[in-house]
C-alpha cells in the first residue's frame, strides 16, 4: 500500500490481519505465506486493506473503541530496515502475543527496507523528517473523545521521532522504548525538557545488540540509548531522578535487536511484576529474574 518514499501529505489506511491459532504458530514469530494468498491456519494473512482520509481514520478510531469498550490506544512506530507490510505483522503479533487491551494503531514512516550504510542514513533522514507527521497523528488520537489514554511503543530508529513528539500530550500515559537507536546523551536531555505531567518511561536495553554496535560506529562511536549498561554511571542516576523504568533483556533468547518482541510474554511478566509489586521504576537490577 505504501513505499518507501516520503511523501509531502499523511496518509491513512485500514487494515485487519488474520494470526493463526495458538497451536499452530510459535509466540513471537511472524509466520509469512510461502506463497500468496496463504493459509490462514498457518499464515499471517491480510484479510483487508483499505485508503482512508483523516475524518475516515478518526471515525474509524471512534467505531472500534465504541464496539469494543476500549479507551486506550497502542500507537507503534517501527523501526529501520522495516518494510511497510513487515510494520503491519510485527504490530499484529505484539498485540496478539502481549494481549494488550488497546486499540493499536501504526505509525509508519518511509523506511527503505534495505541494508547498508547509504540506507540507513536515508532511512534516519526519512525518520526526523517523520517527527512532525506523528506528532499531528498523537495530537489527532488524543482529541478523539473516546480515546482517555495512549502508549507509545517504538523500535531502534523509530524512538527518535517518537522522543521528539511527547511534549505537550497529556493522554500519552506510557512510552515504551525498544532497542532504542538514539544517542543516549541527546535522550538525556529531551527527557529532562518534557514538562509535567510527565509520561511514564520504560527503556529496554540490550548490551549484546550488534545493530546498534554497529550504529554507534556510523555515528563516529556515539551511545547508542539501546545498548548501555543501565547501572554504569551517569546513566544509572539520571534514570533515577527522570524517573525511567529500565529492564535489562539480554539474557532473554532471540535475536538482540528484537527479543523483546519476540519473548513478549517475558517482558509483559516484568512490566506487571515491577508494577503489581510497587517496585521503583529505577530498580532495574533484578527485574528479569523475578518476572520469571
Known amino acids: 500500500m505504501f513505499s518507501g518514499e516520503r511523501a509531502s501529505v499523511l496518509s491513512y489506511a485500514s487494515i485487519t490481519v488474520s494470526i493463526p491459532p495458538d497451536d499452530a504458530r510459535q509466540i513471537g514469530r511472524i509466520q ?6 496463504g493459509d490462514p491456519m498457518r499464515d499471517f494473512v491480510t484479510v483487508s486493506a483499505d485508503y482512508l482520509d483523516k475524518a475516515s481514520f478518526n471515525a474509524k478510531l471512534s467505531s472500534i473503541a ?14 529501520y530496515n522495516n518494510r511497510f507490510d513487515e510494520a503491519v505483522y510485527r504490530l499484529a503479533q505484539i498485540v496478539q502475543d502481549s494481549e494488550a487491551p488497546s486499540i493499536p494503531v501504526l505509525f509508519s514512516w518511509p523506511s527503505k527496507g534495505l541494508l547498508g550504510v547509504p540506507a540507513y542514513q ?9 517527527r512532525a507527521a506523528l506528532a499531528q497523528v498523537l495530537s489527532a488520537i488524543a482529541l478523539n ?29 506510557n512510552v515504551l522504548l525498544v532497542a532504542p537507536d538514539v544517542d543516549a546523551d541527546t535522550f538525556r536531555e529531551v527527557i529532562r525538557r518534557i514538562g509535567n505531567p510527565k509520561p511514564r518511561v520504560a527503556l529496554f536495553v540490550a548490551k549484546d545488540d550488534i545493530a546498534l554496535r554497529l550504529s554507534r560506529s556510523i555515528w563516529g562511536g556515539k551511545q547508542r540509548l539501546g545498548n548501555i549498561d543501565p547501572d554504569q554511571e551517569p546513566y544509572r542516576s539520571d534514570f533515577e531522578r527522570d524517573g525511567v523504568m529500565v529492564f535489562d533483556v539480554t539474557s532473554l533468547q532471540g535475536e538482540a535487536h528484537s527479543r523483546a518482541f519476540e519473548d513478549v510474554g517475558s517482558v509483559m511478566g516484568m512490566i506487571e511484576r515491577r508494577l503489581a509489586a510497587g517496585q521503583q521504576l529505577t530498580d532495574s537490577g533484578s527485574a528479569l529474574n523475578d518476572a520469571r
Open 32 to 37: 509469512w505465506p510461502a506463497s500468496l494468498p
Open 145 to 173: 473523545r473516546n480515546v482517555k489514554e495512549i502508549t507509545v511503543l517504538c523500535h531502534s530508529m523509530g524512538c527518535w521521532p517518537a522522543i521528539e513528539a511527547l511534549r505537550s500530550n497529556e493522554k500519552i500515559r
Open 122 to 130: 536515508d532511512d534516519y533522514q526519512s525518520a526526523d523528517d517523520a
Open 66 to 79: 465504541k464496539a469494543t469498550d476500549r479507551s486506550k490506544v497502542l500507537v507503534f512506530v517501527h523501526g
